[in-house]
């Protein structure tokens, strides 16, 4: 039972816990993806609009 405790403490750092793991990545494997992906999942936690024009055209 102490696993799902656990579990239920982390769950809501998930979201920090993938951020940091992809910094620590763009450091050690630097490439012109990481920094796309670090921007995306910087957005995506703070809840801002997508900066994707096709995202932003009318229905």
Request: charged share 10%; aromatic share 16%.
């Amino acid at each position: 039972m102490a696993i799902f405790e656990l579990i239920r403490f982390l769950f809501p750092l998930f979201p920090f816990l993938m951020l940091s793991v992809i910094f620590v990545a763009s450091y050690w494997f630097p490439s012109t993806t990481l920094p796309a992906m670090e921007a995306v999942l910087v957005r995506i936690l703070l809840g801002l609009p997508s900066t994707n024009t096709a995202d932003s055209l009318p229905p």
